[in-house]
C-alpha cells in the first residue's frame, strides 16, 4: 500500500464541520463491503448528520467509532501471498454485466479468511445470453482458469462458494446441455466441492461481479409488444359514455373533484358493472358502496346500491341470509279433552321381527298417551284410516284433528274423503317443516331410543318390546302436564308392576268423573304453562317473519329440496321467484309452483324471502341477471314467456319459443315433446290456426304420392319409395318448464 495514503488515513483528524463529517462517511462508505458489521460500526457518526441537525456533538462512542473505522481501512481485507500447504477456498458470482471470484486461505495461526487474489471481467455480448445457471458456472470457470496453476494438483480439495444452490448437483446431474458438458470435462481436471452460500452472504464476489454495470439502463419499461399492435388502453365502455355525457353536459357543482359524475341514465349499467363482474364477485351492499364511491359519485348513490343488490337475482339465489329464521312459534291449540287431536306418523325401515318392519306411532296432544301399532309395510291411505279406527277410535272416540307430514298417505284423496265423511279435520304439516309436528317426531326418538336400549344385539325382537314401549311411554310423568298419561285419560296411575299394587275398593261413577275432570284441568293448566314455556325459549333465536300477501312474490329456499346438481355446496340457495296463491296459517303461505316440482306447494315462512315480481326491475338489468334453470326432482327447467311460431322437422313438431327474462337473441326452437302444458300449444293454434299443429290420433293418412308439400302440409319432402327426414332442426340443451 502506498505509504503516503496510508499516513493520509491515520492523520485524518475530526471533523469539525457536517460537511467535513459527511465526506468522511462517503469514503467510508466506498469500503462498506469490506468491513464486517459495517452499519454497527458506523452508527454513532450517521446518528450525527440526522435532518435539523447544524452542529456536531462528539460523544465517546463517535470518537470511538472515528478512530476504529481508520483501522479497518488500513488492515482489513489485506492480500496474502498463496501457500501452497494450506486448503483453498474459491468464492464466485455472476451478475447480468459480469462475473466475479475472489481465491482466500485460513491462515493457521488464527483460523482466519484472508484474500489471496481477486478476480473480475466484463461478459461479452454472447455471454450475456447465458441463463443464470450458466453464467454461474463460467464464473466457476473462469476462476479456475486464472488460478489453474494453484488449484490443479493442490494438495487438498478446494472449496467453492456460489449463491446459486443448483451448481450442488453438478458432478451428479445425469442431463447437461453441450456446454455444460464441455466445461465438465475441464472441471475434472480439479479435486474441489461446491456448497452453497445465500447471496446476503456472498456479497464480496457479488461486489466484483456488479462493477461493471456501468452501462446507463432506462428508468421507462420497454414494451414487451410492438408499438403497431397496440391501439388504445383498456377502458370500460361505460367510461365512454359517462365521459360522452359529461363533456355535453356539465357536472353538478356537488360533484366533488376527484369523482366521476354518472348521469341517471347510466346508473343500473354502472351498478352492473360494479356488482356483477366476476372481479368484484357480488359483494355486499357496504363493500359495493365502498367500490363505487372510490371512483364515481351521484347523489342516491347508496340508495340505489341497496335497492339493486335486493333485486339481484344472483345474490338471492346464491348466498346464505345471516338472519335468525323467520317466524315466531305459533303452538297448536290446546285441546279441551284427552284423544281429542290426534298425532300420527311413521317409523320405518326398520328390520323384520314378526313379520313387522314398520310402526304406526299415535299420540294424543292432550295427555300425551300413545299407541304404538305393528306393520308388515307401509299401508295405504285405506289401510292406515282402518287402523286408526280399530286401535284408536274403537276406544277414544272420534277425535276432532288428526296431525301428520305429508307422506302418501295423507295427502290422497281417500283419505280426505274418509275423515271429511267423518267430520274429522285433517291438519298436514308446511314442506320441510317437521317441528309442526314436533309431539309425534319427538315419541319417534324416544321409542327408537328405547328399543335401541333393548334390541341393540337382537334386533329381530323389537316386537316383542313394542308392547312395554308404549307402557312405559304412558306411565312416564310428561312435563308438558306434569302428570302421566295413564293418570290424565284414567284418573289413577296403574301400578308398574301388578303385585306391588295394593288393593282398593272399585269408586263410584261420579267420583271417577269428579277426579277425572280435575285431572283433565290440572293437565289443562300444565300445558297452557308448558306451551307459553316452549314459545318463549323458542322464540329467542327466531325473528318476526315478513308480513306476505296472496299476489306477492317471494324465494324459496333449496335446504330441503333435492337438487339435481354435482355439488350441494355450489348449488344455488334459493330458487324462484314464485307467487304466494294462499296463506294456510301465519306462518306458512302456498306457493304457485310449477308442475315439474312435484312437491308441496305449502311452505314455513322461514323457507320464504321477499322477491321483486318479474316484470319490476330497473331497465339497465344485464344477461348476467337472467333467470337461471333449476333441476329439481326431474330436469333441468326454464320458463317460458311465449310461442312465436311453429313448424316441422320431418316428423317432429318444433315450436319458437321467447324466454322469460330472456332477450330476443335467446329465441329458440323446442320439440312439441318437451311442451309441458298443453294450453300454450292450444292458445297458439288458436291465434295461428295456419301454422303447423299436432296431427289428430286415429287412423294414419294416406301416403301422398312423391311431391313437394307446402309448409302449412308439413314441411319439408318425402318420396313414396325412400322417405327423407330432414335433421332435426336446433332445440335447447335444457327440457324447457311451461
Not at 60 to 72: G, I, N, S, V
Request: proline content about 9%; hydrophobic content about 35%; some cysteine.
Amino acid at each position: 500500500m502506498d505509504e503516503s495514503k496510508v499516513n493520509a488515513v491515520l492523520k485524518w483528524s475530526e471533523p469539525k464541520t457536517l460537511k467535513e463529517l459527511q465526506r468522511f462517511l462517503g469514503f467510508a462508505n466506498f469500503y462498506r463491503r469490506f468491513i464486517r458489521n459495517f452499519s454497527s460500526v458506523v452508527s454513532p457518526l450517521t446518528s450525527m448528520v440526522k435532518k435539523g441537525t447544524h452542529r456536531l456533538h462528539w460523544s465517546e462512542a463517535a470518537l470511538q467509532a472515528f478512530q476504529d473505522l481508520k483501522k479497518r481501512f488500513l488492515t482489513a481485507p489485506i492480500l496474502h501471498h498463496p501457500d501452497p500447504s494450506l486448503q483453498f477456498l474459491v468464492e464466485v458470482d455472476a451478475s447480468n454485466t459480469g462475473i466475479g471470484a475472489i481465491l482466500s486461505q485460513r491462515q493457521s495461526s488464527t483460523a482466519k479468511l484472508h484474500p489471496c487474489a481477486f478476480y473480475s471481467r466484463k461478459l461479452n455480448a454472447a455471454e450475456r445470453n447465458y441463463d443464470v445457471g450458466d453464467r454461474e458456472l463460467l464464473a466457476m470457470k473462469a476462476a479456475f482458469e486464472e488460478w489453474r496453476h494453484w488449484l490443479e494438483g493442490a494438495n487438498f480439495p478446494f472449496t467453492v462458494l456460489t449463491d446459486h444452490k443448483n451448481l450442488e448437483y453438478l458432478r451428479s446431474a445425469k442431463r447437461l446441455n453441450p456446454r455444460q458438458a464441455r466445461w465438465s470435462l475441464f472441471f475434472s481436471r480439479f479435486d474441489f466441492s461446491v456448497t452453497y452460500r445465500p447471496g446476503s452472504k456472498n456479497t464480496k464476489a457479488d461486489a466484483l461481479s456488479r462493477i461493471h454495470e456501468d452501462e446507463q439502463i432506462s428508468s421507462e419499461p420497454e414494451s414487451i409488444l410492438p408499438l403497431k399492435v397496440i391501439i388504445a388502453p383498456v377502458q370500460w365502455d361505460i367510461m365512454t359514455l359517462i365521459q360522452q355525457h359529461n363533456s355535453q353536459h356539465a357536472p353538478p357543482t356537488t360533484c366533488p373533484p376527484d369523482k366521476v359524475y354518472v348521469p341517471p341514465a347510466l346508473h343500473d349499467q354502472i351498478l352492473n358493472h360494479t356488482h356483477c363482474l366476476p372481479a368484484s364477485g357480488h359483494p355486499g351492499i357496504t363493500a359495493t358502496i365502498h367500490l363505487l364511491q372510490n371512483r364515481f359519485w351521484w347523489e342516491s348513490l347508496p340508495k340505489d346500491t341497496i335497492a339493486f343488490i335486493q333485486q339481484c337475482q344472483t345474490c338471492n339465489a346464491h348466498k346464505t341470509p345471516r338472519q335468525l329464521p323467520a317466524g315466531l312459534l305459533q303452538p297448536l291449540p290446546i285441546p279441551q279433552r284427552p284423544w281429542s287431536h290426534l298425532a300420527i306418523d311413521f317409523i320405518t325401515d326398520l328390520p323384520v321381527s314378526q313379520g313387522n318392519t314398520v310402526v304406526l306411532t299415535v299420540i294424543d296432544r292432550f295427555s300425551k298417551a300413545c299407541r304404538l301399532i305393528p306393520l308388515p309395510k307401509l299401508p295405504t291411505a285405506l289401510q292406515t284410516a282402518e287402523l286408526l279406527c280399530n286401535w284408536v277410535f274403537r276406544l277414544y272416540g272420534l277425535p276432532e284433528d288428526i296431525v301428520s307430514d305429508r307422506g302418501p298417505q295423507f295427502t290422497s284423496r281417500l283419505w280426505k274423503a274418509f275423515f271429511q265423511a267423518l267430520d274429522v279435520n285433517v291438519s298436514l304439516t308446511s314442506g320441510y317443516h317437521p317441528q309442526s309436528n314436533g309431539q309425534v317426531e319427538r315419541l319417534n326418538q324416544e321409542l327408537t331410543r328405547f328399543l335401541r336400549s333393548y334390541c341393540s344385539s337382537n334386533q329381530e325382537d323389537w316386537a316383542r318390546y313394542l308392547l312395554w314401549a308404549e307402557y312405559a311411554q304412558n306411565s312416564l310423568v310428561k312435563p308438558a302436564t306434569g302428570i302421566t298419561p295413564f293418570k290424565c285419560i284414567l284418573g289413577y296411575q296403574p301400578p308398574m308392576f301388578p303385585w306391588s299394587g295394593e288393593p282398593t275398593n272399585v269408586p263410584a261413577v261420579t267420583d271417577w268423573l269428579q277426579r277425572s275432570e280435575e285431572t283433565w284441568n290440572q293437565a289443562h293448566v300444565h300445558l297452557q304453562r308448558a306451551i307459553r314455556h316452549q314459545k318463549e325459549h323458542a322464540d329467542h333465536r327466531r325473528r318476526p317473519g315478513p308480513v306476505y300477501q296472496p299476489g306477492q312474490y317471494v324465494w324459496l329456499s333449496t335446504r330441503d329440496l333435492r337438487l339435481r346438481l354435482p355439488c350441494k355446496k355450489l348449488s344455488p340457495r334459493y330458487v324462484g321467484p314464485f307467487k304466494i296463491t294462499h296463506q294456510i296459517t301465519p306462518v306458512s303461505f302456498r306457493l304457485a309452483l310449477p308442475d315439474t316440482y312435484r312437491i308441496s306447494p305449502t311452505f314455513h315462512v322461514s323457507l320464504l324471502k321477499p322477491a321483486v315480481a318479474p316484470g319490476e326491475e330497473g331497465e339497465g338489468r344485464s344477461r348476467e341477471q337472467s333467470p337461471q334453470p333449476v333441476q329439481i326432482e326431474t330436469e333441468e327447467t326454464y320458463q317460458v314467456r311465449e310461442l312465436l311460431n311453429s313448424r316441422r322437422r320431418g316428423r317432429i313438431l318444433q315450436y319458437l319459443v321467447d324466454w322469460e327474462g330472456y332477450g330476443p337473441e335467446e329465441q329458440s326452437w323446442v320439440n312439441a315433446d318437451n311442451i309441458l302444458d298443453p294450453n300454450l300449444i292450444t292458445e297458439f293454434h288458436r291465434l295461428h290456426p295456419e301454422r303447423p299443429a299436432p296431427r289428430p290420433h286415429g287412423r294414419p293418412r294416406r301416403r301422398l304420392p312423391s311431391r313437394a308439400r307446402s309448409r302449412s302440409q308439413g314441411g319439408g319432402s318425402v318420396t313414396e319409395t325412400n322417405p327423407v327426414i330432414p335433421a332435426t332442426g336446433q332445440q335447447r340443451a335444457p327440457s324447457p318448464e311451461y
